[in-house]
């Protein structure tokens, strides 16, 4: 359609109403934000956004806890408290429907308005309280309107979800019976109060119930049935529970999000402990459930919901935080108002929505998640609920800050929270009996030869295959094909649904079309229970076939959608959608539209908008995706002939496709036909296809406009924090870099396509040229032509890469460069495999959450770890001989500053590994000065305002560097920390100001990362050692320490007791803190990042300031061996000499075998208080005397003596006893 001058393109997906502008138009119509696919007559104006009125939470952009509510002084006797609240006349007119209710008139127009105006539904808050027993319920209070009414009732009506023997049914109520029973709940509403007292009496001395009890035996059925037959009682229990058993109190709400999730994906035919084991192959017990909460896992779209604030910083919520919100306000719901809990009249009225129920078991009642949202969060009965919410969890910090960041998120109004959907469990056994399912669509232009050549392409058949355009000629084709398939396939090996307009004919005709075909192998899951559901057929266009995957439902869907635009509309409106609430879909064929007009077609056409909006409604009405774009969601790819539009879908039910899908892919039609071949491949393990967290690419560094946009950003931004030094220029700072990152990413895909658009665009004008022969049979010159030119700018395409190759050639490789000296390129061998027990294991998941837990019991304390004793603590501190001077110790603590900063920044390496941020030393150096200041007001702030860096520098990725042994062992690997590059920047100036005053706090026999000093002296000194002791006849020795993980045994604390001791003064310290303040750790796996890890002890190998950490954390073990001068070996110039050290690398030297033992003790008692680990099974002990044979001393199996020719390798020379030569 027009809009202006300008051509735009309408279509609906999933409630929304997008346009799609032509190339330059890029702004955003904000009259056309949302609208409602159920209301025929939508109203011209909709409702505000209401907000929990009354909540005590802070309205601020960054999460913390709630306000405390102030409590009433009441008397110790008995009363009792009523509070009215009455609502105003809504107009509220647009009903939201209930999840999986799409694309069908669930309301008349004028319902809710008629509604609206006849009755408002307020509430009574009544409070009975008796010395230790307190009752709080919320009464409807309906009031009833006679004057200015507008809307008739007559033939208006509403859809209300019953539950019939547990499965869900949408039932049409008209308007006038929905009027009687709020006139019913009015009459029992007058009655409540008088019996609330009596209810709570009764419950107070006559009860039998016993919650706990039924919790921990998980009788989920029975607490169900209770809180809906006794909800006074089970109120008063509930509260018990969390003031006096919060473990208890924990686990309920836990059993009733799996009763909620299970009831949404099973429905409420079963028992509950049924469906437990049905969903996880297990008995429901308490145990089981703990664990299976420790694992959870949500899909990816589905874990984290996120919104952005005015000043550019994130929101963000756990999807698992907002369904145990909405869990826990539907129990207080049912407990504190059980009348409008169980009334649609009341909860209609209240929210002007629909409302949505989850199918239960029995007399059961559950509401779904949207329904909970909207009452919670739009209502004034929310904002009750919410209060007590807040009640309830007015000593629990943690469940504050999640209520905080919920009610910002919605006061944003960004991010719809009312409409997010019903979780649903996908069960780890869907596939069974076989752990993958492949599902390809082919459109085979016609079935060839019989059908012969497809028959034997199948041999290998996928699990499910859908055909498009078979064309069959008469049933004589059709059974040769059949004959085919047996002979290749196997008779019983398959099933063969078709829906062709000829497959029963007998004659023969030479023009024919359409036709679909679906073949089922049977290694497939239910194939057993395959069924045709012909009364859904549309002749030759669309197949559907029915089977249950492990209880599910699952239908197949074939389609073959109308070449003409003016048949597509009527085609995709008429297709079916009254399903099993809990079925699910799979989708696949030749749509023959594009469905994202900006990605699916190189030419758009105005005949490809017509059936779109129909088609998307209905492949959100049964909730699928598109696979492939999962994978791809940027990626042009055309599978139509001429290879001009994308017309091939498959598409998945969105629960499998983002638990469960491994890959997809567009092949080759080896089946016959023009199109491409679409599969998609569902697992019960799914395959990392990611190729990894982004990384900026190198190239878009190298473009003079790129560079220059870059450097005038940053400056604006510089200006900005400049000018608002009271704003939060984190915030600002991380809203900047993530507007960056999606301008260089538009970037880099401009980039790319930038070198092959011009043959594209050729490419396509062959294309268009040989369809225009085709159709007239004129233009045969035309296609010589368009083939010439694109012959030559395919030559010239090449030769310009030729010529590139050649200059990087001559100016590299022939040159004394850096890149002429690079080390050879590495074999990367990814991990594949881990040895548990002795097993090797290569199941994905098993390897990565074998190797997660092995590091996180490396880098983290263990609970029940005795905190150390401080007096051996104080006692090995006090053996440190050197301290700073107050000079310098003013001269370190002097503030950082952005110059320290832009010197760091300059001598980074441009071309090192980026962390998980994807921003390299390349990008800062592109205007060093300007982010150097950015990063100094930026690291300032925080370190002022929060006492930690932001949560994307605290992030940083862990390579695991394989050193030798079984690759399967976790051990047998170096971890080396990615961080991010303006964190390194920090560290890199604070390591080159401590290293100035290293050699004032580190002794001389330390050789390790202190300016000045080398390795090789160490090495000569032992050599030297060695022939001094063999000449003089002297029987000393060197002990070879192995300290295990050194760097990430390091005790945090201790460190920093050293760095006081050293005389370091606070502000230095603060800003190592800062560092080291709730780092966050994923290891990387393949190329992605596996799960969180939070170290709390360790130095990070990678990071510029760690080595100079652990030479200050080891120094005290050099003092406590040089306080014994006994125990060393004295020296010809009369020194003597009881340890070296290069980092963790340390040699004992000792006077005789009784000095080394001693030493010994010494380092146990230093690795007690500091967290060191010695591996005394590394430990070896040298004979320095040349002339005193090794086996002749005994060592009580203490030392590990090195035998006579036995090498050992220290700072990688071999050392031994009479070694040869050689």
């Known amino acids: 359609m027009l809009v202006g001058d300008r051509m735009v393109e309408e279509f609906v997906l999933r409630g929304r109403c997008l346009r799609a502008y032509g190339r330059g138009w890029f702004f955003r119509d904000h009259q056309l934000a949302r609208i409602n696919l159920d209301v025929p007559t939508p109203p011209n104006n909709p409702p505000p956004v209401m907000r929990p009125a009354e909540s005590t939470v802070s309205k601020t952009s960054q999460p913390k806890a709630a306000k405390k509510q102030k409590a009433a002084t009441r008397d110790t006797t ?23 209710l799409v694309g069908r008139p669930w309301t008349s127009p004028n319902a809710f308005a008629a509604l609206a105006e006849r009755w408002t539904v307020g509430y009574t808050y009544h409070t009975l309280s008796d010395d230790d027993v307190s009752s709080t319920t919320i009464i409807p209070a309906p009031e009833a309107h006679a004057a200015d009414l507008h809307h008739d009732t007559a033939g208006e009506f509403v859809t209300c979800m019953n539950i019939d023997a547990g499965t869900p049914t949408a039932t049409v109520v008209p308007l006038d019976d929905l009027l009687a029973d709020l006139a019913v709940l009015d009459a029992a509403s007058h009655l409540a109060v008088s019996a609330h007292q009596a209810e709570v009496e009764a419950a107070h001395t006559d009860s039998h119930f016993d919650m706990a009890a039924l919790v921990n035996a998980v009788r989920v059925d029975t607490l169900c049935g209770h809180l809906s037959s006794h909800p006074v009682e089970f109120g008063l229990q509930l509260h018990h529970l969390f003031a006096h058993d919060r473990p208890t109190f924990e686990l309920f709400v836990r059993q009733r999000l799996l009763h909620r999730w299970l009831r949404a994906t099973w429905g409420g035919t079963s028992s509950f402990d049924r469906l437990y084991t049905q969903t996880f192959g297990t008995v429901a017990s308490k145990v089981h459930i703990v664990e299976l909460f420790v694992s959870l896992v949500f899909p990816d779209d589905h874990e984290t919901l996120t919104t952005d604030t005015a000043d550019g910083d994130e929101l963000s919520l756990s999807r698992f935080d907002f369904e145990l919100v909405l869990a826990i306000a539907e129990v207080l719901l049912a407990v504190h108002g059980p009348l409008f809990f169980n009334s649609e009249a009341a909860l209609m009225a209240t929210t002007g929505a629909l409302v949505g129920v989850i199918a239960s078991h029995g007399a059961m009642r559950c509401l779904s998640s949207d329904t909970m949202a909207t009452v919670l969060l739009t209502t004034q009965l929310g904002s009750e609920l919410w209060r007590l919410l807040e009640e ?59 059908g012969h050549l497809v028959a034997k392409r199948l041999r290998s058949a996928p699990s499910c295959l859908f055909l498009q355009e078979t064309k069959l000629n008469n049933a004589k084709q059709l059974a040769t094909f059949h004959h085919h398939l047996d002979n290749e396939v196997g008779v019983d090996n398959y099933r063969l649904f078709v829906n062709d307009l000829r497959s029963s004919n007998a004659d023969s005709i030479r023009h024919r079309q ?182 900026l690419p190198r190239e878009l560094l190298t473009d003079a406009n790129i560079r220059l946009g870059i450097q005038q950003e940053a400056s604006r931004l510089l200006e900005k924090m400049t000018s608002a030094p009271t704003a939060n220029h984190g915030a600002m700072w991380y809203g900047w870099l993530k507007r960056m990152k999606a301008q260089l990413i538009k970037c880099h895909r401009q980039f790319l396509e930038a070198n092959s658009m011009t043959l594209h665009h050729l490419q396509l004008k062959v294309a268009a040229a040989k369809r225009a022969f085709e159709v007239t049979g004129v233009g045969a010159a035309d296609i010589g032509a368009a083939k010439l030119a694109l012959d030559a700018a395919s030559a010239e395409h090449r030769q310009q890469a030729m010529d590139r190759q050649f200059d990087f050639h001559a100016n590299t490789n022939e040159r004394g460069t850096s890149h002429f000296f690079r080390r050879p390129q590495g074999t990367k061998v990814p991990i594949t495999c881990v040895t548990v027990g002795d097993t090797t294991v290569t199941d994905e998941a098993t390897v990565h959450t074998t190797f997660t837990a092995h590091w996180r019991r490396i880098m983290t304390t263990d609970d029940d770890q005795p905190p150390p004793l401080l007096e051996r603590r104080r006692a090995v501190l006090s053996s440190l001989s050197k301290r700073l001077d107050p000079a310098d110790r003013d001269e370190l603590d002097s503030p950082i500053t952005a110059a320290e900063l832009c010197a760091a920044l300059k001598t980074m390496d441009p071309k090192k590994s980026p962390g998980p941020d994807g921003w390299s030393a390349g990008f800062f150096q592109v205007a060093p000065d300007v982010f150097s200041q950015l990063l100094h007001l930026v690291f300032h702030y925080q370190l002022t305002h929060h006492g930690q860096l932001l949560p994307q520098q605290r992030c940083s990725a862990v390579a695991l560097l394989y050193k030798s042994g079984n690759r399967g062992d976790p051990g047998n690997y170096r971890p080396i920390a990615l961080m991010a590059v303006e964190v390194k920047v920090l560290s890199r100036a604070m390591a080159f100001r401590l290293a100035g005053y290293a050699t004032k706090l580190v002794d001389p026999s330390q050789a390790g990362f202190v300016p000045g000093r080398r390795l090789h002296d160490h090495v000569m000194f032992v050599q030297a050692l060695q022939q001094f002791c063999t000449l003089e006849d002297h029987d000393h020795y060197a002990t070879f320490l192995d300290f295990s993980k050194a760097y990430d045994m390091v005790d945090q604390g201790f460190l920093f007791d050293v760095l006081e001791e050293m005389n370091v003064g606070p502000s230095f310290l603060r800003w190592v803190r800062l560092l080291y303040a709730s780092p966050v750790a994923h290891l990387i796996f393949n190329g992605t990042l596996g799960p969180a890890i939070h170290p709390t002890r360790g130095v990070k190998q990678g990071c510029p300031l760690s080595c100079l950490l652990f030479v200050l954390y080891i120094e005290p073990l050099g003092d406590m061996l040089r306080q014994h001068p006994q125990l060393g070996i004295p020296l010809p110039n009369g020194d003597v000499s009881t340890s070296i050290f ?37 430990c070896m002990t040298l004979v320095l005397n040349g002339h005193l044979d090794p086996a002749e001393i005994d060592d009580g199996g203490l030392l590990n003596v090195l035998a006579t020719h036995q090498p050992v390798k220290y700072l990688g020379i071999q050392f031994g006893h009479q070694l040869p030569p050689d």
């Not at 033992?1157 to 010695?1174: K, P, T």
């Open 78 to 100: 008995e009363f009792t408290e009523v509070r009215r609240k009455k609502v105003p006349r809504s107009s509220n007119t647009q009903p939201h429907p209930p999840q999986g």
């Open 1142 to 1178: 290069f980092a963790d690398d340390s040699t004992l030297l000792s006077r005789d075998l009784p000095s080394a033992v001693e030493q010994l003790a010494i380092v146990d008692e230093f690795c007690v208080v500091s967290g060191a680990r010695l591996n005394q099974s590394k």
């Open 392 to 450: 309830v969890y007015a000593s629990d910090e943690d469940m504050q800050r999640i209520l905080a960041t919920l009610y910002d998120m919605h006061e944003l109004g960004k991010c719809d929270l009312t409409n997010l959907g019903q979780v649903q469990v996908i069960p780890g056994t869907l596939l069974d009996p076989v752990s993958t399912f492949t599902l390809t669509t082919c459109n085979l232009n016609g079935l060839q030869s019989n």
């Open 514 to 695: 359409c036709g679909v075909a679906s073949l089922f192998h049977s290694s497939m899951p239910g194939f057993a229970t395959i069924q045709h559901l012909q009364h859904l057929d549309v002749p030759g266009r669309y197949l559907v076939t029915r089977s249950t995957w492990s209880g599910l439902p699952v239908y197949f869907h074939n389609i073959y959608a109308p070449v003409e635009s003016h048949l597509r509309r009527d085609f995709f409106a008429d297709l079916p959608r009254d399903f099993e609430p809990n079925s699910l879909h799979l989708v696949g064929g030749d749509f023959n539209l594009p469905i994202d007009s900006t990605l699916d077609t190189a030419s758009p056409h105005p005949r490809h908008s017509s059936g779109k909006v129909e088609c998307v409604e209905w492949l959100a009405a049964i909730r699928v995706i598109d696979a492939w774009r999962l994978f791809n969601p940027h990626e042009r790819l055309y599978s139509g002939p001429g290879r001009v539009n994308r017309l091939d879908y498959l598409f998945i039910d969105h629960d499998l496709a983002t638990n469960m899908c491994s890959s997809a892919a567009y092949l080759p039609n080896t089946l016959g036909g023009d199109h491409l071949r679409h599969s998609v491949t569902l697992s019960h393990t799914q395959s990392h296809s990611s190729p990894g967290y982004w990384r």
